[in-house]
T-cell receptor, first 118, second 113 residues
Framework: GAVVSQHPSWVICKSGTSVKIECRSL??????MFWYRQFPKQSLMLMAT?????????EQGVEKDKFLINHASLTLSTLTVTSAHPEDSSFYIC??????????????FGPGTRLTVL | KQEVTQIPAALSVPEGENLVLNCSFT??????LQWFRQDPGKGLTSLLL?????REQTSGRLNASLDKSSGRSTLYIAASQPGDSATYLC????????????FGKGTLLTVNP
């Protein structure tokens, strides 16, 4: 089956620094990838849709200057948390859909990145 | 705006018991519904995906049903095992051309040996 990887799996950083998280589709091309955030005991909340070759689409309430997304190729999207603060500490998960039968999509999720900002 | 609700929030059962997890969604215009499993601190593992035109899907001891018109889905787990302990998330894909996956908060399942 399709595989999506994320790197790093966990990161600890000081407040004010920037952190980059990579999301890769390993055996398929993804023109679209999704970035989610999950706080403890909460569900996944969609942050933004990453589109290869164009600007990302951000959900309401998500600061685009805070969470920079770059979809540089058909297999790689990056999320950079700029000037991270403790409230940005969360579990970040990406996903990529594949098309089956050209009609509906199966979502494949990365293993997630645990970000802790001190 | 699509909203997904999962009941119960937590469930504890003895090993071997059959159980049902419930999921409801407010907008029936969905493309598909997916059930996921999430272990603590881990990513998501897709269990079953039901297309909007389907009524149910089965995989091993798991059976998921979909009643799109009433906005409901159930995940049935037969002969539960301690290894089934995890959080189970329901998600629906909807939203026209800009489709979005909306998740419920999950059901935390504990299967006691």
């Amino acid at each position: 089956g399709a595989v999506v990887s994320q790197h790093p799996s966990w990161v600890i950083c000081k407040s004010g620094t920037s952190v980059k998280i990579e999301c890769r589709s390993l055996d398929f091309q993804a023109t679209t990838m999704f970035w989610y955030r999950q706080f403890p005991k909460q569900s996944l909340m969609l942050m933004a849709t990453s589109n290869e070759g164009s600007k990302a689409t951000y959900e309401q309430g998500v600061e685009k200057d805070k969470f920079l997304i770059n979809h540089a190729s058909l297999t790689l999207s990056t999320l950079t948390v700029t000037s991270a603060h403790p409230e940005d500490s969360s579990f970040y998960i990406c996903s990529a859909p594949t098309r089956k039968l050209g009609r509906t999509d199966t979502q494949y999720f990365g293993p997630g990145t645990r970000l802790t900002v001190l | 705006k699509q909203e997904v609700t999962q009941i119960p929030a937590a469930l504890s059962v003895p090993e071997g018991e059959n159980l049902v997890l419930n999921c409801s969604f407010t907008d029936s215009a969905i493309y598909n519904l997916q059930w996921f499993r999430q272990d603590p601190g881990k990513g998501l593992t897709s269990l079953l995906l039901i297309q909007s035109s389907q009524r149910e899907q089965t995989s091993g001891r798991l059976n998921a049903s979909l009643d799109k018109s009433s906005g409901r889905s159930t995940l049935y787990i037969a002969a539960s095992q301690p290894g089934d302990s995890a959080t189970y998330l329901c998600a629906v894909l909807s939203g026209g051309s800009n489709y979005k996956l909306t998740f419920g908060k999950g059901t935390l399942l504990t299967v006691n040996p």
